[in-house]
């Protein structure tokens, strides 16, 4: 394995040093570092070293839509948005719903070897929510599971969720919900609100996700087990969290990038880019979020990065599938947003390029969805000792988004032709860099 010296970064918030990476980890910094004889040398002056960034929420599409990305193109995308674990969810094809299936994901991620691939098991049998999936065996497979998700599908049963709460919580494992109540949904395709009446299409109302939320909430909080929700977007959302947090409830609760920054005014355009779910909400939401971020009421961002191949997105709004890509565009969101600047933006419109607070979003978008997915090995800032999962990045750079250079097989990205701050310059996994001057090693 090669050293490499790390010179002149500033790690989280910290003033300028060195790291060295021996062998994996982490084995000097500072002083410290120094007399490295034979280590590549990285420069990296102005630049601010992070732990590399986990992401909760992960569509790979590998097995079943090789066409919309493979567990290789989305571990690319992801490890040049500076990730180093990214967790799957289970809605393949076949299911994740097998020690089987999730040991096959799990092996991809190895051999693809950009990042680590740790994939969510279903709760239900192919996602149908009828009966629960093999939990156990996903939990002692070589994937050793820990997070389980019906995603795209909501647990709708209370019974089946309850069982799935009592299930997981002999291992520590943690249930992570898409909240949304079928029964007020049905052929919902943006936020019930001015812009779905004003378009005359059937809305998604807040109602929908606060109820399943509310529901889930109060069954953890009787079951002691945890509970994690996913892509939270709505501010009602966000009272009914804070709410079972303080009452001592285990629920944690995730916010993507697009829900920080876009509201559901974008649906005029008719472009099914937009389209998502949960929908884009409200100013008010946006705000709201921003602010729950900020204060911790939300843990954790996760992109729910969904690609999408050309002709399920390039169609009538009606007819394509809801999902944007994400990874490789997460952190420039979140900073252009200006919720993590220690100092949010009331309202949607971006707030001004602020520093941002490092030791925030290493919280935000590294240590704590790490410590929900039980990664070990992530989420831990660059100290001697510590197995070198770090991302480099160039806080004064800004990118423009061209759909066309992006490494995701698909090019759903909402954000095309914007120019948005921070650049990742470079990716280490266990000591070997993913990716250097901003291109991927593989
Ligand atoms: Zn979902």
Redesign the pocket.
Known sequence: MTSFLITGVKVVDGPPTDLLIRDGVIVGTGRDARGAGNAEKVEADGLVALPGLVDLHTHLREPGREDAETVATGSRAAALGGYTAVCAMANTDPVADTAGVVEQVYRLGREAGLVDVQPIGAVTVGLQGERLAELGAMADSAARVRIFSD??HCVADPRLMRRALEYVKAFDGVIAQ?AEEPRLTVGAQLHEGAASARLGLTGWPAVAEEAIIARDALLAGHVGARLHI??VSTAGSVDIIRWAKQRGVRITAEVTPHHLLLTDVRADSYDPVFKV?PPLRTDDDVAALRQALADGTIDAVAT?HAPHATEDKECEWAYARPGMLGLETALSVVLHTGALSGKPGPRSSAGRPAQAAWDTVAERMSRTPARIAGLADHGRDPAPGVPANLTLLDPAGRRRIDPGSLASRSRNTPYAGMSLPGKIVATFLNGEPTVLDGKATK
């Open positions: 995603d795209g898409h996913c892509h779910n729910d």
